[in-house]
């Protein structure tokens, strides 16, 4: 869209786009987990965020979030037109930590469709989206709570009580671990929930 000075307004999903080309056209397409750590930096967000703190964020980048009840087998959509940008997630979860899952799914078809509009899509032949989505979705879940872990262990060292150290180690570790795995098991359970809902809808 084209700005009354005569300026191009280029959103600011576009211009991510061309900064990732930018930094890895040597060795292009980059791998999912370099994408997704730049994307975590890039939107800067953090782990355990309010749905309004993620509908904030995105707003901030441009980009409508919602949340609203969908069929069982679909999690989320999205859709851009023109320099607009909408991402719907569904309303009712009960699996922790798939709204951010989802958002980052979406979010990765939609930098797709930008890297497309680039010349530079980073499928191959014969590989899918979706899959790379999720991929995508696991490996930025990752990258948001390892940069966050140095912060929250400097906050644990600067206690005064050996203690509340080795405590606070702990707790770090085993907060940690277990939120790893949910981001590499979240999509088995997503798809077992998606499954139990299809069967319930049939029955009824």
Request: charged share 25%; proline share 4%; net charge negative.
């Amino acid at each position: 869209m084209e700005l009354l000075n005569g300026e191009i307004d280029t959103p600011p999903i576009v211009e991510f786009c061309k900064a990732v080309v930018s930094r890895n056209l040597e060795n292009w397409p980059p791998k999912e987990e370099t994408l997704a750590d730049e994307f975590v930096q890039w939107l800067g967000l953090k782990t355990f965020l309010t749905r309004d703190k993620l509908i904030e964020l995105c707003l901030s980048k441009r980009v409508n979030l919602s949340f609203v009840e969908l069929p069982p087998e679909l999690r989320g959509f999205n859709c851009s037109f023109e320099n607009k940008t909408e991402i719907v997630i569904v309303q009712r979860q009960t699996v922790p930590g798939a709204d951010l899952h989802n958002l980052f799914h979406e979010f990765r078809e939609v930098l797709e469709n930008g890297f497309i509009e680039l010349g530079y899509s980073t499928l191959g032949e014969d590989e899918v989206l979706e899959v790379r989505a999720e991929v995508f979705a696991m490996s930025a879940r990752m990258a948001v709570v390892t940069r966050e872990i140095p912060a929250y262990i400097e906050i644990v060292s600067n206690a005064d009580a050996k203690w509340v150290r080795y405590i606070g180690y702990g707790i770090i570790r085993v907060v940690g671990f277990i939120y790893l795995l949910s981001c590499v098991f979240l999509p088995q359970f997503e798809e077992i929930e998606a499954e139990t809902k299809r069967q319930r809808y049939v029955r009824t």
